[in-house]
């Protein structure tokens, strides 16, 4: 594992269930991560009560292609009741993922087109029905993640 100190900052989130008797939204809790890629730290990986999200850059690679994964925890996994609509972007390139499914899937993506020495910033959130002791709700899951690619070359 590469040492701590070359990250910038992690930030635990919560996630907020509201349960409630309709299918109204519910309020969010925010996964925040923020990571600076160099050659020698590639990876990142927070896992927290709500879940597990990493990334990874392919150094070097075209585009600086970074491969992102986001999975609820166990916990989650045991109230949902039914599938998970997920979307994400990105607020610096022009990227979105739109996927529905199951709330044990380990959702996964790749964003390109990236430059050293720039900032950027991945968004994403799941939205699904939740069920706890017989109330009916809908839980949802963001997450924020900063990131460059760090290169003195």
Not at 30 to 36: A, D, I, K, Q, V
């Amino acid at each position: 594992m590469h040492a701590q100190w070359s990250r910038l900052s992690v930030v635990a989130a919560t996630v907020v269930l509201v349960l409630i008797a309709s299918a109204a939204p519910a309020s969010a809790g925010e996964l925040n991560g923020e990571m600076r890629f160099t050659r020698a730290d590639t990876f990142y990986s927070l896992t927290d009560q709500n879940g597990t999200f990493t990334a990874q850059v392919t150094w070097p690679a075209a585009g600086l292609p970074v491969a992102w994964s986001f999975r609820l925890s166990p916990a989650h996994r045991a109230i949902a009741a039914g599938p998970m609509t997920c979307d994400a972007g990105n607020m610096d390139l022009p990227y979105h993922d739109h996927h529905l499914v199951p709330a044990d899937y380990r959702w996964h993506s790749t964003v390109g087109s990236h430059f050293f020495n720039r900032p950027y910033t991945l968004y994403g959130a799941c939205r699904f029905p939740v069920n706890v002791d017989g109330r009916a709700g809908t839980a949802v899951v963001r997450f924020r993640f900063a990131y460059h690619m760090y290169s003195t070359e």
